[in-house]
């Protein structure tokens, strides 16, 4: 049996808090906690919240999955929260400007099918999965006055990027102080003994919900909250959905494959220790045999992206992306020779037939992508989002990046 003392190394590891006093603090909370719950016989309640604000999960989520993933092989009680009422706002949390609110529907339609991603990491035998519109749309105008009576202005202008804002004249509107309070209330709800999050939810967890259970008479959670955080295919920024750097859970294995193959190889070692799970000095031997010659960084880099789609498809799957990116990026042809195929009956605009065949997510997108040089109709640049493909053009290969293929022919299968 796990002693307290080694679950504590071991929950403790990769957080980190701005200060060393508060990680002090909270790793005597968590010990504390730890040994009142042995003594009452019962797990820790611990939990994450997620916010469907897009229908896909990312990799960057799974830091914090993975640290669920340990307390649950603790034996403890874990909750994948799904923040179905908090999206509906948006968190302002490292954001320069207000987010879109979202509707209930938005909200529905995004939170399908995140639990089963969630499980690619968690056990879900194990797993408690709820929703925080249980709670949170029940409160009426009195109860909000009342949970906000326990905080002052003061405190939320102090957050970094509330005060930036004030500082660069922008507008930080009153609903978004909603949000923290929102998710202080999880807590309260839950009766959480521990939760989980990332460095952008300091002020949430640590501040506001261990402020407003005190406030509430319940004993504060702890705030487990993760040192580092994954970079996007950019290599620098933060993983993000709103800013389009993610590799979605969602990804067919062959896209997750070639958008872990587009990583700068200095990220390399901070995607073996967040995703795979290396420890530190296995990632320095790693780039100590790449900074010597002895191995390729594209060799390594290829190893890493079938690892991941491993992870997160199955091996089969990794292999067959591995084929394919061979064949299109080492067999010289170009393009693959197993790609989708589409019918067309009459002429399309570039730019509608991308977001018909899901290649983009809006004529926006499209536009953007063609102005980038990054559209192809038979391995030529397509230059204007007016373009228009004609049925005698067909059959044709129409290319987004270096990654999606559809050959186009026509709807009654004539082939010029």
């Given at each position: 049996m796990t002693?307290?003392?080694?679950?504590?190394?071991?929950?403790?590891?990769?957080?980190?808090?701005?200060?060393?006093?508060?990680?002090?603090?909270m790793r005597r909370d968590l010990h504390a906690r730890l040994l009142e719950c042995e003594?009452?016989?019962?797990?820790?309640?611990?939990?994450?919240?997620?916010?469907?604000?897009?229908?896909?999960?990312?990799?960057?989520?799974?830091?914090?999955?993975?640290?669920?993933?340990?307390?649950?092989?603790?034996?403890?009680?874990?909750?994948?929260?799904?923040?179905?009422?908090?999206?509906?706002?948006?968190?302002?949390?490292?954001?320069?400007?207000?987010?879109?609110?979202?509707?209930?529907?938005?909200?529905?339609?995004?939170?399908?099918?995140?639990?089963?991603?969630?499980?690619?990491?968690?056990?879900?035998?194990?797993?408690?999965?709820?929703?925080?519109?249980?709670?949170?749309?029940?409160?009426?105008?009195?109860?909000?006055?009342?949970?906000?009576?326990?905080?002052?202005?003061?405190?939320?202008?102090?957050?970094?990027?509330?005060?930036?804002?004030?500082?660069?004249?922008?507008?930080?509107y009153l609903h978004e102080f909603f949000y923290a309070l929102m998710q202080a209330y999880d807590a309260v709800a839950q009766e959480a003994d521990v939760q989980v999050g990332g460095q952008d939810q300091l002020f949430n967890i640590l501040v506001a919900g261990r402020k407003l259970q005190t406030g509430l008479g319940q004993k504060s959670q702890v705030a487990i909250i993760m040192g580092e955080s994954l970079p996007g295919t950019d290599g620098e920024i933060k993983m993000s959905k709103s800013l389009g750097n993610h590799i979605p859970l969602l990804s067919e294995p062959w896209d997750m494959y070639g958008k872990v193959m587009s990583l700068p190889d200095k990220a390399m070692g901070i995607y073996h220790k967040l995703i795979l799970g290396w420890t530190p000095s296995e990632v320095a031997r790693l780039e100590a045999h790449i900074e010597r010659g002895e191995a390729h960084p594209n060799e390594v880099k290829m190893r890493l992206a079938r690892d991941i789609v491993s992870i997160f498809h199955s091996s089969p799957a990794a292999q067959a992306a591995q084929a394919r990116w061979d064949e299109v990026f080492r067999g010289g042809r170009g393009m693959p020779e197993d790609m989708d195929e589409a019918h067309l009956s009459a002429a399309a605009e570039i730019r509608d037939l991308l977001l018909r065949l899901n290649m983009v997510k809006s004529r926006g997108e499209a536009k953007r992508l063609i102005q980038q040089n990054g559209v192809r109709l038979n391995e030529q640049k397509v230059n204007s989002p007016q373009a228009t493909i004609t049925l005698d053009m067909l059959p044709a290969v129409l290319q987004v990046g270096k990654r999606q293929f559809v050959r186009l022919v026509r709807a009654d299968g004539e082939r010029d």
């Open positions: 002693t307290i003392d080694e679950q504590l190394e071991v929950l403790m590891s990769g957080t980190a808090y701005g200060d060393p006093d508060t990680r002090e603090a003594r009452e016989g019962r797990p820790l309640r611990v939990y994450c919240g997620y916010d469907p604000r897009t229908s896909d999960l990312h990799l960057g989520h799974t830091i914090t999955m993975r640290k669920l993933r340990q307390f649950q092989d603790f034996g403890h009680d874990v909750t994948f929260l799904v923040g179905t009422f908090t999206s509906l706002i948006g968190d302002p949390s490292d954001k320069d400007s207000a987010r879109d609110q979202l509707t209930m529907r938005n909200v529905e339609d995004n939170a399908q099918t995140y639990a089963e991603q969630a499980f690619k990491i968690l056990d879900k035998e194990k797993t408690r999965v709820r929703r925080n519109d249980e709670w949170l749309a029940l409160l009426d105008f009195a109860d909000i006055i009342r949970l906000a009576s326990h905080f002052t202005v003061q405190q939320f202008l102090a957050r970094e990027n509330f005060s930036k804002r004030i500082n660069d004249g922008k507008a930080i």
